[in-house]
């Protein structure tokens, strides 16, 4: 069965001031897959994830979610989208605790998600810990185990694997592949590697100074899932 698209972006454009960050003729994303994003630092990859959750708006071009545009406020600001979660490390800086954070984001099942991602010792550690004093890999756990619990229909996290050890960015994966199957969810990760990526993204999109340089595939996607 043909996968519905959810993103089409057609000749982007984005700049900071004099500045290029992104130049795209054209690119798609379709419902349910796991897409990866990969380039070197300063590549566009943190822009365009900003670009397709609403984050910034687009220079020039065309930049549609799910065959619309973003809606817009009353100053010309995106509205952000209930349905689109982005998250990067910014996300998760704060003077609350590991807990205290969890609680506000997710009042209703503090226990669980406590339960269910810090339980070894090693996370244990960190629950009553301020967030801004845990390290940077502590970080990205917490940003990708925000965005799992949130449940959207599109999950963008930038930087994904970052500062992370093989074992954890295992277990982080494992929740994404489970989150996708059940409820095929759409994710796009950006990552200055390809190394975590290619374990189980279904398409990566390699970024250069802005543009796209080559589109490969990845772990095959598989046609069981559901979409929504």
């Keep these: 069965m043909e996968l519905k698209q959810i993103y089409d972006v057609q000749n982007l454009k984005l700049r900071f001031k004099d500045k290029k960050a992104l130049e795209i003729k054209t690119l798609k994303f379709h419902n349910g897959l796991v897409y990866g994003i990969c380039g070197n630092f300063g590549s566009g990859k943190t822009s365009l994830l900003k670009v397709l ?3 910034i708006k687009q220079s020039s071009g065309s930049v549609l979610y799910q065959g619309n545009e973003f809606k817009k406020g009353f100053f010309g600001k995106i509205k952000k989208h209930k349905d689109i979660q982005f998250l990067d490390i910014h996300s998760v800086n704060s003077s609350l605790t590991v807990e205290q954070l969890i609680r506000r984001h997710f009042p209703k099942k503090t226990q669980q998600i406590k339960s269910r ?3 070894s010792f090693q996370m244990e550690a960190v629950w009553k810990t301020p967030v801004n004093l845990i390290s940077d890999g502590e970080r990205h756990w917490l ?3 925000i965005g799992v619990e949130k449940d959207p229909r599109v999950l963008l996290i930038d930087d994904y694997g970052l500062s992370i050890d093989p074992r954890t960015e295992i277990m982080l994966r494992k929740k994404i592949i489970k989150m996708n199957n059940i409820l095929g969810t759409t994710v796009l ?9 290619k374990q189980f993204a279904s398409v990566i999109i390699y970024l250069d100074n802005g543009h796209i340089s080559k589109i490969r595939k990845g772990f095959k996607k598989n046609s069981s899932k559901k979409n929504r």
């Design 53 to 55: 959750s609403g984050q």
């Design 189 to 197: 990760l950006s990552s200055s590697n390809d190394y975590f990526l």
């Design 117 to 119: 991602h810090f339980t």
């Design 143 to 145: 940003k990708t185990v």
